[in-house]
T-cell receptor, first 116, second 116 residues
Framework: NAGVTQTPKFQVLKTGQSMTLQCAQD?????MYWYRQDPGMGLRLIYY???????DKGEVPNGYNVSRLNKREFSLRLESAAPSQTSVYFCASSEAGSRGEEYGYTFGSGTRLTVV | GENVEQHPSTLSVQEGDSAVIKCTYSDSASNYFPWYKQELGKRPQLIIDIRSNVGEKKDQRIAVTLNKTAKHFSLHITETQPEDSAVYFC???????????????FGKGTKLSVKP
């Protein structure tokens, strides 16, 4: 049981290049999320997907796009990378119970992205 | 929307002492409050959570208290050990509401250092 798997773990991009961060979960969770983590800023939500077939913007969506490919996979794309997108990116998934109780997020191991 | 404030940003204690981290939230409808521990270079991991129908929850050396009237909740670590050194994040969400209000909003984190 791998939980949440992210690839790649490290990436260096030149300004203007594009790339896709991959995320897959094997826990049959409905909800998936992409966060970025910057020093002193905590975890900020980029995009989320409450269920297969739906995606919505979070707190900091500019410069990113997402695809919920199926229930397992949720990818994050940078179309034209900028130095301000240098960050650690975390994918997460969660499941809520039938009465709305939350069971907490499970995070992937992160992708450390540097844009030069 | 929800806003979570976390204090202090850094905390240094001697091994064996207690550590307390405090968070306040703005949305009175929030009903789920998890705490995550992130060791250096690792992913955030859920260590304890509390729901709004409970005032306190304990798990061995860690405990969380919730004051709904004052809209604040705290993490208490007793008998601290060097392996407790990490960044701790609090978060809040309203799990009974769909859409963005159901997403976790994180505090900016507290770096805890436990000195041997």
């Amino acid at each position: 049981n791998a939980g949440v798997t992210q690839t790649p773990k490290f990436q260096v991009l030149k300004t203007g290049q594009s790339m896709t961060l991959q995320c897959a979960q094997d826990m049959n969770h409905n909800s998936m999320y992409w966060y970025r983590q910057d020093p002193g800023m905590g975890l900020r939500l980029i995009y989320y997907s409450a269920s297969e077939g739906t995606t919505d913007k979070g707190e900091v969506p500019n410069g990113y796009n997402v695809s919920r490919l199926n229930k397992r996979e949720f990818s994050l794309r940078l179309e034209s990378a900028a130095p301000s997108q240098t960050s650690v990116y975390f994918c997460a998934s969660s499941e809520a119970g039938s009465r709305g109780e939350e069971y907490g997020y499970t995070f992937g191991s992160g992708t450390r992205l540097t844009v030069v | 929307g929800e806003n979570v404030e976390q204090h202090p940003s850094t905390l240094s204690v001697q091994e064996g002492d207690s550590a307390v981290i405090k968070c306040t939230y703005s949305d009175s409808a929030s009903n789920y409050f998890p705490w995550y521990k992130q060791e250096l270079g690792k992913r955030p991991q859920l260590i304890i959570d509390i729901r709004s129908n409970v005032g306190e929850k304990k798990d061995q050396r860690i405990a969380v208290t919730l004051n709904k009237t004052a809209k604040h909740f705290s993490l208490h670590i007793t008998e601290t050990q060097p392996e407790d050194s990490a960044v701790y994040f609090c978060a809040a969400s309203n799990t009974l509401t769909g859409g963005s209000q159901g997403n976790l909003i994180f505090g900016k984190g507290t770096k805890l250092s436990v000195k041997p």
